[in-house]
């Protein structure tokens, strides 16, 4: 845990700090600010670039039970038939297990 100075101290600090060294101090961040905030933009830029490309993957979503008339986003889960299949591509109408744009995830178990 960091030591952060109180109020208190903190004023009794800066009355102790002369003119001269306080404007030195002030020109010194001055000079650094710049060259810290290119450093952060340099060091975040490519997270928010991954970011991005993770956000724009397709989401796994579990969309009920598979219905003719719907149009099923890559990544859409459904149930048919008993089991649980996976869109690989965008479909509309292509009931799962047929015209291969459905991968099964969840084969129907017997009972």
């Known amino acids: 845990m960091t030591n952060v100075p109180t109020l208190e101290e903190r004023r009794a ?7 001269q060294r306080r404007a030195e101090i002030e020109g ?5 600010a710049p060259v810290i905030g290119d450093f952060v933009l340099a060091a975040i830029t490519p997270l ?8 724009s993957r397709p ?3 579990y969309l009920g039970i ?7 986003p890559p990544g859409s889960f459904v149930t048919h038939a008993g089991s649980v299949w ?3 591509v965008q479909s509309t109408g ?3 297990g047929e015209g291969g744009f459905w991968k099964l995830a ?3 178990g017997s009972k």
């Open 106 to 108: 969840v084969k129907r």
């Open 59 to 61: 989401t796994l979503r």
């Open 13 to 19: 600090i800066e009355a102790k700090v002369s003119p």
């Open 48 to 55: 928010r670039e991954r970011i991005k490309e993770l956000e």
């Open 28 to 32: 010194l961040v001055k000079s650094l």
């Open 94 to 96: 292509i009931r799962p």
């Open 66 to 72: 598979w219905d003719a008339s719907r149009t099923y």
């Open 86 to 88: 996976h869109a690989d």
